[in-house]
């Protein structure tokens, strides 16, 4: 009787081994993470794809210390997947890309496997045309592997896959844990980085190595947790306080947008036309300029009911972006803040929306630009965050849209703050409007009457009569009847016809413009 192992044999003996790596054979680092208040890699996908629909790929691997014996059994673990749980699945029906760092394997520290596995994933995502999650909750590159010229002087493709896929696919990074190093490296390529508040951490070192470096002894939420790079320096997108809050975050920002740059729209069948919106809209924006009102408030009630979903809520707060949906259609909101700044246009404000006009081209997601800007900021402490070079990406970044865009000045547009707002005829949007409250000048009314006629009131009888006098005569030349009449917007609309008039813009317009840059190989993005 041969004694030659049958194929039953063989499955039985590959499923030992899959169940000898398997969250249940793990019991003392599933509980170490328990007590630390984690969630194991596996889990984290469970609770992210739809039951049943994850493929892994490379289950069996293990870094080569950990090689599998001709007779050994349980093997692996000690490096169980090398750190880095890959593979296929599905978010809410639609096909993802997903890998998760586990923090229960050498603190989630990326070996020279593991991070063939990240690549792996970069290029299934690419090939497919998948979007890309990352759950991230670990060290950068492993010690015990860098340091070695043989491995570590070739370095690996990843980052250049990362650049290959941006554009093309979204991708997502949630930082659930420690992230410092390589995972931020990773989460800066994202298109939507979501933190935990008082759990994730991002940075370019942790601190023990800041310490070993620079002698500097800090924290590291201080470092890097959430208040730090989602609130102030805006390299996140979201804070929320636990793991199913990121992962629904994530789910639905996916919601949004195609599954790559050349697939379909996910759009919401609506019927039309679509009825007028109702009167409590007309209250929103005072026509005074001198009030201030949330933005949002009127971006909720234009945006199809409960579909508004904003993004860096919390970093730039002078200017908004938000996805939303209009009958249906996934579009991207722009809009000025009054109640922060005034709805001023600073630096940061540039970056937050010079990213949001290439995400939604990028995925083709039409834009409408709701403009009440006063300028951008002015004086020395603007001078010093490079606002110059900085506002030049907000102008660059409408200057390669191929998206159809409209703008809507709801009150004021004033200077060049206009023109980055994609105000009037500055970035040929697909319709130029105005509601009856606009304004359009370039630059507010009381300081163009002190710069260039101070001289003028300052001889008149009462100064301060004749500048009063000036400048109601100047605010009857800046409203949204004689832009009309000059035809530097295409119509002036009831505010409850918003939702409809640009919903039938978007229906008759064309998904991207043809390209009509001179045959140049690339432009040169402002620093």
């Given at each position: 009787?041969?004694?030659?192992?049958?194929?039953?044999?063989?499955?039985?003996?590959?499923?030992?081994?899959?169940?000898?790596?398997?969250?249940?054979?793990?019991?003392?680092?599933?509980?170490?993470?328990?007590?630390?208040?984690?969630?194991?890699?596996?889990?984290?996908?469970?609770?992210?794809?739809?039951?049943?629909?994850?493929?892994?790929?490379?289950?069996?691997?293990?870094?080569?210390?950990?090689?599998?014996?001709?007779?050994?059994?349980?093997?692996?673990?000690?490096?169980?997947?090398?750190g880095v749980v890959a593979g296929?699945?599905?978010?809410?029906?639609?096909?993802?890309?997903?890998?998760?760092?586990?923090?229960?394997?050498?603190?989630?520290?990326?070996?020279?496997?593991?991070?063939?596995?990240?690549?792996?994933?970069?290029?299934v995502s690419i090939t497919r045309?998948?979007?890309?999650?990352?759950?991230?909750?670990?060290?950068?590159?492993?010690?015990?592997?860098?340091?070695?010229?043989?491995?570590?002087?070739?370095?690996?493709?990843?980052?250049?896959?990362?650049?290959?896929?941006?554009?093309?696919?979204?991708?997502?990074?949630?930082?659930?844990?420690?992230?410092?190093?390589?995972?931020?490296?990773?989460?800066?390529?994202?298109?939507?980085?979501?933190?935990?508040?008082?759990?994730?951490?991002?940075?370019?070192?942790?601190?023990?190595?800041?310490?070993?470096?620079?002698?500097?002894?800090?924290?590291?939420?201080?470092?890097?947790?959430?208040?730090?790079?989602?609130?102030?320096?805006?390299?996140?997108?979201?804070?929320?306080?636990?793991?199913?809050e990121a992962i629904a975050a994530?789910?639905?920002?996916?919601?949004?947008?195609?599954?790559?740059?050349?697939?379909?729209?996910?759009?919401?069948?609506?019927?039309?036309?679509?009825?007028?919106?109702?009167?409590?809209?007309?209250?929103?924006?005072?026509?005074?300029?001198?009030?201030?009102?949330?933005?949002?408030?009127?971006?909720?009630?234009?945006?199809?009911?409960?579909?508004?979903?904003?993004?860096?809520?919390?970093?730039?707060?002078?200017?908004?972006?938000?996805?939303?949906?209009?009958?249906?259609?996934?579009?991207?909101?722009?809009?000025?803040?009054?109640?922060?700044?005034?709805?001023?246009?600073?630096?940061?404000?540039?970056?937050?929306?010079?990213?949001?006009?290439?995400?939604?081209?990028?995925?083709?997601?039409?834009?409408?630009?709701?403009?009440?800007?006063?300028?951008?900021?002015?004086?020395?402490?603007?001078?010093?965050?490079?606002?110059?070079?900085?506002?030049?990406?907000?102008?660059?970044?409408?200057?390669?849209?191929?998206?159809?865009?409209?703008?809507?000045?709801?009150?004021?547009?004033?200077?060049?703050?206009?023109?980055?707002?994609?105000?009037?005829?500055?970035?040929?949007?697909?319709?130029?409007?105005?509601?009856?409250?606009?304004?359009?000048?370039?630059?507010?009314?009381?300081?163009?009457?002190?710069?260039?006629?101070?001289?003028?009131?300052?001889?008149?009888?009462?100064?301060?009569?004749?500048?009063?006098?000036?400048?109601?005569?100047?605010?009857?030349?800046?409203?949204?009847?004689?832009?009309?009449?000059?035809?530097?917007?295409?119509?002036?609309?009831?505010?409850?016809?918003?939702?409809?008039?640009?919903?039938?813009?978007?229906?008759?317009?064309?998904?991207?413009?043809?390209?009509?840059?001179?045959?140049?190989?690339?432009?040169?993005?402002?620093?």
């Amino acid at each position: 009787m041969s004694g030659d192992p049958t194929m039953r044999d063989l499955l039985d003996r590959v499923e030992a081994v899959r169940a000898s790596i398997d969250d249940p054979a793990r019991q003392p680092a599933m509980e170490k993470l328990a007590r630390r208040g984690r969630l194991s890699a596996r889990e984290r996908i469970a609770r992210l794809v739809d039951a049943g629909s994850f493929s892994e790929m490379g289950g069996f691997v293990a870094a080569e210390e950990d090689g599998i014996g001709a007779d050994r059994f349980p093997v692996r673990t000690e490096s169980p997947a090398d750190g880095v749980v890959a593979g296929t699945a599905q978010v809410d029906g639609r096909p993802v890309v997903v890998f998760s760092q586990d923090f229960s394997v050498h603190g989630g520290s990326i070996g020279k496997l593991g991070s063939a596995k990240v690549q792996r994933a970069l290029q299934v995502s690419i090939t497919r045309g998948l979007p890309l999650v990352m759950i991230l909750d670990g060290g950068g590159h492993r010690i015990q592997d860098g340091q070695d010229a043989r491995h570590f002087a070739n370095a690996n493709g990843t980052f250049h896959n990362f650049a290959r896929a941006s554009g093309w696919v979204p991708m997502v990074a949630l930082m659930l844990g420690a992230g410092f190093a390589g995972p931020t490296n990773y989460a800066g390529m994202a298109d939507c980085v979501v933190m935990v508040r008082g759990l994730s951490t991002m940075g370019i070192a942790g601190p023990a190595l800041v310490k070993a470096a620079t002698g500097e002894d800090i924290d590291a939420m201080e470092l890097g947790g959430a208040d730090v790079q989602v609130d102030r320096q805006g390299i996140a997108d979201l804070g929320v306080d636990n793991e199913d809050e990121a992962i629904a975050a994530a789910k639905r920002f996916l919601s949004f947008l195609p599954s790559n740059a050349r697939a379909p729209q996910q759009t919401i069948a609506e019927p039309r036309p679509l009825g007028r919106m109702p009167d409590s809209i007309l209250d929103l924006v005072p026509v005074s300029t001198r009030k201030a009102y949330d933005v949002r408030k009127v971006l909720r009630e234009i945006a199809d009911p409960g579909t508004l979903f904003e993004l860096k809520p919390t970093f730039a707060g002078n200017m908004v972006t938000a996805f939303a949906r209009l009958g249906g259609r996934a579009v991207g909101f722009l809009a000025n803040q009054p109640l922060r700044l005034g709805g001023m246009i600073n630096s940061d404000a540039c970056d937050k929306a010079a990213h949001f006009i290439a995400l939604c081209d990028a995925f083709g997601l039409p834009i409408v630009s709701f403009i009440d800007v006063p300028g951008f900021s002015i004086g020395s402490s603007a001078e010093r965050t490079s606002l110059g070079r900085r506002s030049a990406k907000l102008v660059f970044e409408w200057g390669h849209a191929t998206v159809p865009r409209v703008s809507i000045v709801l009150r004021k547009g004033y200077g060049l703050g206009y023109f980055a707002m994609c105000g009037g005829r500055s970035f040929s949007s697909d319709a130029a409007l105005a509601w009856p409250s606009a304004e359009i000048c370039a630059m507010s009314i009381e300081g163009a009457i002190d710069v260039a006629f101070r001289k003028d009131y300052e001889a008149a009888p009462d100064p301060a009569a004749r500048r009063a006098e000036m400048i109601d005569q100047t605010r009857a030349r800046i409203g949204a009847l004689r832009a009309a009449e000059g035809f530097g917007i295409d119509d002036i609309i009831d505010p409850r016809d918003t939702r409809r008039r640009v919903v039938e813009i978007f229906d008759s317009a064309q998904p991207r413009r043809p390209a009509d840059h001179p045959p140049k190989f690339r432009s040169i993005a402002p620093i």
